[in-house]
């Protein structure tokens, strides 16, 4: 790899609201900062409003979707995050609301053990808190006339609820001392706009989930990463960060991917890769993004502990919906509330916790969630079965007009009575519902892939006092009350997942301090949603925020590095091929073992032991290549080589291995044992290197052991490409073995070359089936003269075998 070509103080991953704050709190200092965002920079004007640009507007790299919205589906739960410059911001519903002094919780014990633990409470965000409003200028709706607002207010003064107008992080005026006008042109502040476009006053369009055309949202590129721009920072749009490495004399590599502008003339997007090296790495690329990074970097950074993925939460999201609400006049009919007209969120509801009020349960706020102004017409013309009546009235009225040659040319009435009076949308609301929900599910690697084990289960008291809570709004409202579609399988949509790289007070409690930096990690600082051990309970961004401006506030309290680039690579050793084969003839076999495996773990059956109980699965599949078999029987080393892959959930998934040795009966600790040795080299999906060495030990003791001899291999994970008879670094370990199926079907697989390629594989036989009646069917030593001599114990290997035997 050789030096590195960059070297920053600061590299920020990401461009939400943890990550943003930080790189204005760095840059404002003077630091060098590199905001590496993986999706691109959305100015006023471009995010998708018809069906060809919504098609194109997901994040899938992997299928040439380079979008706003990353959709993500779990076993138990749904989320929508954002992939752009300004992160969730540029999709959220403006609400900044500070966390509620005692849902800061300390010691609360949760279902399946452990506890949900707050190391900050509110005094220590509160300052931190007035700094981002300052910035983000939140004012609470100053339309308190729009009908959805009405609407709410008046279910929770019927209910006696307690109701406010939340703080908006939107424009609606030109400048802060002028009165609330739509679409009038916002003054630019003077850190300028990195977007260079004019913004315009909010135009209540209930457009701010699916981000703002006008630019009237006070999103995070036209606030923070604007003013970090103006400070100097360098932000790289469409930089996805895959691999962490920590640096011998401090500091970190990163490497990164990135894609091209646009698609090339195979309709691809090129893709080039980078690296970067930095004295503090920042991670703010949300819960997924980050603790994805994380667990792929488990190898890289060795002392992150057994937390990584932990106290995953969505922040108890829950969508329902008022339908066909109804007027209280005496002339009924439909109760106007215009859910699309305003921003998406005006008005909130707030329900006590148990900390608050003694047997209240876990806390809550309910507010409306409004909706596209197009989107009135999806729903509308959704409705088959009113709008084939409407039509089917007005056939028959121009049936009727032409049958009684009755001359009516003006049919405007007609008209008006098909597109009908959008009932339906006029008069419904969806209410979002979030709160303290029990933050127990872990997020995990499969396949490669982010998982989630999480239920609605162990928060259904809360989830179901939510809903009755909306239920008594929708009654209120004399509406019909709906839950969304996958409520029927207790499963819910979050917009606020957190967790997975949470505070602690020990690196047995969270990933990251009081002050989000490592365990065992300095200068890795993790500024976003994931290091929340739990439900934030209203909307999480403001509080995100403060946590990422206190975060950075610390870490300017150090003393600068100023060391350089060249100060701080490392070398890389270069490896020499090995000596061809001799010409001759050669076999080969496929081998498949499976066992388990854990990282941080040095000794082979305590790391299967514990990989067991935790599911940590480990396998491989090795083509096992004696290219010359004259040669490798004639060798004391026994010598081929292995190609395949492995596969880790722990490491990221099937990863093929780059290089392979495999050494068959060579000599052990004394002349009545032999060791059948393997040695593979491979990369995790951070591209992190790593060597798996593992061994069997064929020994003759008590009892019939030739199947467990020839079948357990004990392996141990090295950092690094380690080369035969180097050692390394141990950063894993644990027991494979063969399936008797398994080796049934190896048996099938073994191949010869040359010009006789029976007699190849007869002559490598041969020499197995030799080593095997040398180690269990030699004579047995003389008797010891002296009967009272003890045999010396076993050491090495051996005695491992021997252990795992008993």
Same mark, same amino acid.
């Given at each position: 790899?050789?030096?590195?070509?960059?070297?920053?103080?600061?590299?920020?991953?990401?461009?939400?609201?943890?990550?943003?704050?930080?790189?204005?709190?760095?840059?404002?200092?003077?630091?060098?900062?590199?905001?590496?965002?993986?999706?691109?920079?959305?100015?006023?004007?471009?995010?998708?409003?018809?069906?060809?640009?919504?098609?194109?507007?997901?994040?899938?790299?992997?299928?040439?979707?380079?979008?706003?919205?990353?959709?993500?589906?779990?076993?138990?739960?749904?989320?929508?995050?954002?992939?752009?410059?300004?992160?969730?911001?540029?999709?959220?519903?403006?609400?900044?609301?500070?966390?509620?002094?005692?849902?800061?919780?300390?010691?609360?014990?949760?279902?399946?053990?452990?506890?949900?633990?707050?190391?900050?409470?509110?005094?220590?965000?509160?300052?931190?808190?007035?700094?981002?409003?300052?910035?983000?200028?939140?004012?609470?709706?100053?339309?308190?006339?729009?009908?959805?607002?009405?609407?709410?207010?008046?279910?929770?003064?019927?209910?006696?609820?307690?109701?406010?107008?939340?703080?908006?992080?939107?424009?609606?005026?030109?400048?802060?001392?002028?009165?609330?006008? /739509?679409?009038?042109?916002?003054?630019?502040?003077?850190?300028?706009?990195?977007?260079?476009?004019?913004?315009?006053?909010?135009?209540?369009?209930?457009?701010?989930?699916?981000?703002?055309?006008?630019?009237?949202?006070?999103?995070?590129?036209?606030?923070?990463?604007?003013?970090?721009?103006?400070?100097?920072?360098?932000?790289?749009?469409?930089?996805?960060?895959?691999?962490?490495?920590?640096?011998?004399?401090?500091?970190?590599?990163?490497?990164?991917?990135?894609?091209?502008?646009?698609?090339?003339?195979?309709?691809?997007?090129?893709?080039?890769?980078?690296?970067?090296?930095?004295?503090?790495?920042?991670?703010?690329?949300?819960?997924?993004?980050? =603790?994805?990074?994380?667990?792929?970097?488990?190898?890289?950074?060795?002392?992150?502990?057994?937390?990584?993925?932990?106290?995953?939460?969505?922040?108890?999201?829950?969508?329902?919906?008022?339908?066909?609400?109804?007027?209280?006049?005496?002339?009924?009919?439909?109760?106007?509330?215009?859910?699309?007209?305003?921003?998406?969120?005006?008005?909130?509801?707030?329900?006590?916790?148990?900390?608050?009020?003694?047997?209240?349960?876990?806390?809550?706020?309910?507010?409306?969630?409004?909706?596209?102004?197009?989107?009135?017409?999806?729903?509308?013309?959704?409705?088959?079965?009113?709008?084939?009546?409407?039509?089917?009235?007005?056939?028959?009225?121009?049936?009727?007009?032409?049958?009684?040659?009755?001359?009516?040319?003006?049919?405007?009435?007609?008209?008006?009575?098909?597109?009908?009076?959008?009932?339906?949308?006029?008069?419904?609301?969806?209410?979002?519902?979030?709160?303290?929900?029990?933050?127990?599910?872990?997020? =995990?690697?499969?396949?490669?892939?982010?998982?989630?084990?999480?239920?609605?289960?162990?928060?259904? =008291?809360?989830?179901?006092?939510?809903?009755?809570?909306?239920?008594?709004?929708?009654?209120?409202?004399?509406?019909?009350?709906?839950?969304?579609?996958?409520?029927?399988?207790?499963?819910?949509?979050?917009?606020?997942?957190?967790?997975?790289?949470?505070?602690?007070?020990?690196?047995?409690?969270?990933?990251?301090?009081?002050?989000?930096?490592?365990?065992?990690?300095?200068?890795?600082?993790?500024?976003?949603?994931?290091?929340?051990?739990?439900?934030?309970?209203?909307?999480?961004?403001?509080?995100?925020?403060?946590?990422?401006?206190?975060?950075?506030?610390?870490?300017?309290?150090?003393?600068?590095?100023?060391?350089?680039?060249?100060?701080?690579?490392?070398?890389?050793?270069?490896?020499?091929?090995?000596?061809?084969?001799?010409?001759?003839?050669?076999?080969?076999?496929?081998?498949?073992?499976?066992?388990?495996?854990?990282?941080?773990?040095?000794?082979?059956?305590?790391?299967?032991?514990?990989?067991?109980?935790?599911?940590?699965?480990?396998?491989?599949?090795?083509?096992?290549?004696?290219?010359?078999?004259?040669?490798?029987?004639?060798?004391?080393?026994?010598?081929?080589?292995?190609?395949?892959?492995?596969?880790?959930?722990?490491?990221?998934?099937?990863?093929?291995?780059?290089?392979?040795?495999?050494?068959?009966?060579?000599?052990?600790?004394?002349?009545?044992?032999?060791?059948?040795?393997?040695?593979?080299?491979?990369?995790?999906?951070?591209?992190?290197?790593?060597?798996?060495?593992?061994?069997?030990?064929?020994?003759?003791?008590?009892?019939?052991?030739?199947?467990?001899?020839?079948?357990?291999?004990?392996?141990?994970?090295?950092?690094?490409?380690?080369? /035969?008879?180097?050692?390394?670094?141990?950063?894993?370990?644990?027991?494979?073995?063969?399936?008797?199926?398994?080796?049934?079907?190896?048996?099938? =697989?073994?191949?010869?070359?040359?010009?006789?390629?029976?007699?190849?594989?007869?002559?490598?036989?041969?020499?197995?089936?030799?080593?095997?009646?040398?180690?269990?069917?030699?004579?047995?030593?003389?008797?010891?003269?002296?009967?009272?001599?003890?045999?010396?114990?076993?050491?090495?290997?051996?005695?491992?075998?021997?252990?795992?035997?008993?």
């Amino acid at each position: 790899m050789g030096a590195a070509a960059e070297h920053v103080d600061a590299v920020v991953v990401g461009s939400g609201f943890g990550a943003s704050v930080a790189a204005y709190r760095l840059a404002e200092a003077g630091r060098s900062v590199v905001v590496l965002e993986r999706g691109r920079a959305y100015p006023p004007g471009s995010f998708a409003r018809n069906p060809y640009e919504m098609s194109k507007a997901f994040w899938e790299p992997k299928d040439e979707l380079f979008g706003l919205f990353d959709v993500r589906s779990f076993r138990k739960i749904e989320s929508i995050v954002s992939a752009g410059l300004g992160g969730g911001s540029l999709i959220y519903a403006n609400v900044l609301l500070r966390k509620d002094e005692r849902w800061f919780v300390h010691d609360s014990p949760l279902p399946g053990g452990g506890y949900e633990n707050w190391p900050i409470g509110r005094s220590d965000l509160d300052p931190h808190y007035d700094a981002v409003e300052k910035m983000l200028a939140p004012v609470p709706n100053p339309y308190p006339d729009l009908p959805k607002a009405k609407a709410l207010r008046d279910a929770a003064a019927s209910l006696g609820l307690e109701v406010f107008s939340p703080p908006l992080a939107v424009s609606f005026s030109p400048r802060g001392d002028a009165a609330p006008q /739509p679409k009038q042109v916002i003054e630019t502040p003077g850190y300028g706009n990195l977007h260079e476009s004019t913004r315009l006053t909010c135009r209540l369009c209930g457009e701010c989930d699916i981000g703002c055309n006008e630019g009237a949202k006070n999103s995070l590129d036209h606030t923070y990463l604007s003013a970090a721009t103006h400070h100097g920072a360098d932000i790289r749009t469409l930089c996805d960060v895959y691999g962490i490495t920590p640096l011998p004399g401090g500091g970190y590599e990163v490497r990164y991917t990135r894609y091209a502008e646009g698609p090339g003339e195979d309709g691809r997007r090129a893709r080039t890769e980078h690296r970067i090296t930095c004295e503090h790495l920042l991670l703010g690329a949300g819960t997924f993004g980050t =603790t994805s990074l994380l667990l792929r970097n488990r190898v890289g950074l060795p002392a992150l502990g057994r937390a990584v993925g932990s106290r995953f939460s969505g922040n108890g999201d829950l969508l329902t919906f008022c339908m066909d609400a109804r007027a209280t006049t005496e002339a009924g009919g439909v109760r106007l509330i215009n859910g699309s007209y305003g921003p998406v969120i005006t008005t909130a509801i707030r329900r006590p916790d148990g900390v608050d009020e003694e047997g209240a349960g876990r806390g809550y706020y309910v507010e409306e969630a409004g909706f596209p102004e197009f989107a009135n017409w999806l729903i509308e013309t959704a409705q088959v079965g009113s709008q084939l009546q409407r039509t089917a009235a007005m056939v028959r009225e121009l049936v009727a007009y032409r049958l009684k040659r009755h001359n009516e040319s003006t049919i405007s009435a007609e008209i008006a009575k098909l597109i009908g009076q959008g009932r339906l949308t006029s008069s419904s609301i969806p209410l979002l519902g979030m709160g303290r929900d029990t933050p127990d599910g872990r997020i =995990t690697l499969n396949d490669g892939e982010l998982d989630i084990a999480w239920t609605s289960q162990t928060s259904m =008291t809360y989830f179901d006092a939510m809903r009755e809570t909306m239920r008594s709004i929708s009654d209120s409202l004399g509406a019909t009350f709906r839950d969304n579609p996958l409520w029927w399988t207790k499963r819910v949509v979050t917009v606020h997942p957190l967790g997975g790289a949470p505070l602690g007070r020990h690196v047995h409690e969270g990933v990251v301090d009081a002050w989000g930096e490592s365990f065992g990690h300095p200068g890795l600082f993790v500024v976003d949603g994931s290091a929340l051990p739990g439900p934030v309970g209203p909307n999480p961004s403001l509080t995100i925020a403060a946590l990422a401006d206190r975060i950075t506030e610390h870490l300017l309290e150090r003393p600068r590095s100023r060391r350089s680039a060249a100060s701080i690579a490392a070398d890389v050793r270069a490896v020499e091929p090995d000596e061809g084969p001799l010409a001759g003839s050669g076999t080969r076999f496929t081998e498949q073992m499976k066992g388990f495996v854990t990282l941080g773990e040095t000794d082979s059956m305590t790391g299967w032991a514990r990989g067991r109980q935790l599911a940590q699965r480990f396998m491989f599949e090795l083509t096992i290549d004696a290219p010359d078999v004259e040669r490798f029987v004639a060798s004391s080393r026994h010598e081929g080589t292995a190609s395949g892959f492995v596969d880790c959930d722990l490491l990221g998934g099937r990863l093929p291995v780059k290089r392979g040795w495999f050494n068959l009966f060579v000599a052990g600790d004394d002349d009545r044992t032999r060791e059948m040795r393997y040695r593979l080299w491979f990369s995790d999906l951070s591209g992190t290197p790593i060597t798996m060495y593992g061994f069997k030990v064929v020994r003759d003791d008590p009892g019939f052991d030739l199947w467990t001899d020839t079948s357990t291999l004990y392996i141990t994970l090295l950092r690094g490409h380690v080369l /035969p008879d180097d050692d390394g670094e141990v950063v894993g370990a644990g027991m494979l073995r063969i399936l008797p199926q398994d080796f049934a079907r190896q048996l099938t =697989t073994f191949k010869g070359s040359g010009q006789t390629p029976v007699r190849t594989i007869g002559g490598f036989a041969a020499f197995f089936v030799k080593a095997l009646r040398d180690v269990y069917l030699r004579p047995a030593p003389p008797a010891r003269t002296d009967p009272t001599a003890a045999e010396p114990p076993a050491s090495g290997p051996a005695a491992t075998a021997a252990e795992a035997r008993e």
